[in-house]
């Protein structure tokens, strides 16, 4: 017996006929089917689409049904988790033995349901721009991530990404950060040339306050930070600066910068920023045996010839400092960053300018003017961890007044062993000293005599007349 679903496609290979002017007996010689069949299906009000199939337990529908529960837990945790990614992890956590269709058919039932229960409707934007390759080793690009509060949780606030792509293979760098200083910016860059084992010919950035010095109109040389000017010296590379409002200049980094969060942070929960790290190198080798879409190569393949064409790093790193004026205060102390670092008394002045180079562990002084011997430097301190902080170098205060000097008497005629005992209250012989027997005593109080006057004394000598107080006249006559 012909099943529902094909008598249906098999008549509608004939609905020619029907409107060719063919009879329904003739139609159903033709089909082999019983004429009231033919006419149920072939009349003006039949139905507009095939009957459904019956359902069928498949074992492929059974496979990804026992998998629906963790699938709408993560879209539940992130809506616009990609199927690749939620198949990578099935595979991974979970020993999952179907294919990526059969996620990606789940997955077009599955979103919508969950991103109705959530309230939300994703959308996307799309722009034009003009694509661009480069030959290996040729140039890498760098970009930030604001991944916000993921680690709130631990007591950190705020947690970013820094991350490196080489352009021609896509092998990407991943490192997570508590700031954006320049000190930390450069920073990520040593540990990236480490991972890639060599450092590209250009590096493409936007225009950050770590790279460029300042904003000029479009169309101008754009005046490099001299850090970066120096940073890019040491280890051979050029600095290349986007126009502004141009991110599509660095779409690899940038589409990097999400892929990180759908294959490492999404739906996930971390405790530390070493956590982070270690998440990113274990996906590395994932990603390296992934084949790119759009070079059309497997990324790890890609990466060796990347790799080989690299420039080498020196064997000297270069320590990037960041260089701030401050003024020197009267207790000969420097305010950086909420804490305070001691100068040298003899070498400075109060209000005196100096520079505060800060590093991640050190912060080091050094006056704008050299001295006599061409020396800059004043103290090197370690960096305090938090705020409120007081670093007080030893000899710094040698030479200032500590106080030992000071002493004190309430007597008019100065008394031995005083200057003896210093304000400590004891004499050379043991014996009170002339502050401390007077307060224990208080001979010389005793000895004061007050005068005694009447209140007549003080009228005579102003020439006022005594204030009398006159009754009130009953009558109302004075």
Same mark, same amino acid.
């Given at each position: ?38 006419? !149920?299906?072939?009349?003006? #009000?039949?139905?507009?689409? %095939?009957? @459904?199939?019956? %359902? ?25 988790? !990609? ?20 996620? !990606? ?16 409707? /994703? ?18 690009? +760098? #970009? ?7 680690? @709130?949780?631990?007591?950190?606030? !705020? ?12 092998? /990407? ?18 540990? @990236? ?6 450092? %590209? ?111 080498? +790093? ?31 008394? @003899? ?23 050299? #001295? ?21 170098? /030893? ?5 200032? %007044? ?58 005579? +000598? ?7 107080? +006159? ?8």
């Amino acid at each position: 017996m012909v099943p529902e679903a094909e008598r249906w496609l098999e008549l509608r290979r004939f609905r020619a006929l029907r409107l060719a002017g063919a009879s329904v007996s003739e139609i159903a010689r033709e089909t082999g089917l019983n004429w009231r069949t033919v006419k !149920k299906y072939l009349e003006a #009000d039949g139905p507009a689409a %095939p009957p @459904a199939p019956p %359902p069928r337990a498949g074992r492929r529908e059974q496979v990804i049904a026992a998998y629906a529960p963790v699938i709408d837990a993560w879209l539940r945790a992130e809506v616009l988790l !990609k199927g690749t990614v939620i198949h990578e992890r099935l595979v991974a956590e979970y020993g999952f033995a179907g294919n990526y269709q059969r996620v !990606k058919m789940y997955l077009q039932e599955a979103r919508p349901r969950i991103a109705a229960e959530l309230g939300c409707t /994703p959308a996307e934007l799309a722009r034009l721009h003009r694509r661009f390759e480069v030959v290996p080793g040729a140039q890498a690009q +760098v #970009d930030w991530g604001d991944e916000g509060g993921i680690l @709130a949780r631990a007591g950190i606030p !705020k947690v970013y990404s820094f991350h490196m792509v080489l352009s021609y293979s896509r092998d /990407p760098f991943c490192c997570f950060t508590t700031s954006q200083d320049l000190v930390t910016f450069w920073a990520c860059h040593r540990r @990236a040339f480490a991972h890639f084992g060599g450092v %590209p010919g250009s590096i493409v950035y936007d225009r950050a306050k770590t790279v460029v010095r300042r904003h000029v109109a479009p169309g101008k040389a754009v005046p490099l930070h001299p850090e970066a000017v120096a940073f890019a010296g040491h280890y051979g590379f050029d600095i290349d600066v986007l126009a502004a409002c141009r991110p599509t200049g660095k779409g690899r980094v940038e589409r990097q910068v999400t892929i990180v969060r759908d294959h490492v942070l999404a739906g996930r929960s971390f405790t530390s920023l070493d956590a982070l790290d270690r998440a990113f190198l274990a996906w590395v080798p994932a990603r390296r045996a992934t084949v790119h879409r759009t070079h059309g190569e497997v990324i790890g393949v890609r990466a060796g010839r990347d790799h080989a064409a690299l420039g080498p +790093v020196p064997a000297r790193p270069y320590v990037v400092a960041g260089r701030h004026l401050r003024h020197v205060g009267k207790d000969c102390l420097v305010a950086f960053e909420a804490n305070l670092y001691s100068v040298p008394a @003899a070498r400075v002045f109060p209000r005196q300018l100096v520079e505060v180079r800060s590093s991640a562990a050190t912060i080091s002084l050094h006056a704008t003017v050299p #001295d006599e011997h061409g020396v800059t430097l004043l103290a090197v301190h370690q960096r305090a961890v938090g705020r409120g902080a007081r670093i007080v170098g /030893p000899g710094h205060w040698e030479g200032l %007044p500590d106080g030992r000097t000071r002493a004190t008497t309430t007597s008019c005629e100065a008394v031995p062993g005083e200057a003896a005992g210093r304000g400590s209250g004891r004499s050379r012989r043991g014996e009170p000293a002339g502050a401390l027997r007077f307060l224990l005593a208080r001979t010389d109080t005793a000895q004061v005599t007050v005068g005694h006057r009447p209140l007549s004394v003080y009228d005579q +000598v102003t020439g006022t007349r005594p204030f009398t107080t +006159v009754p009130a006249d009953p009558k109302g006559t004075t």
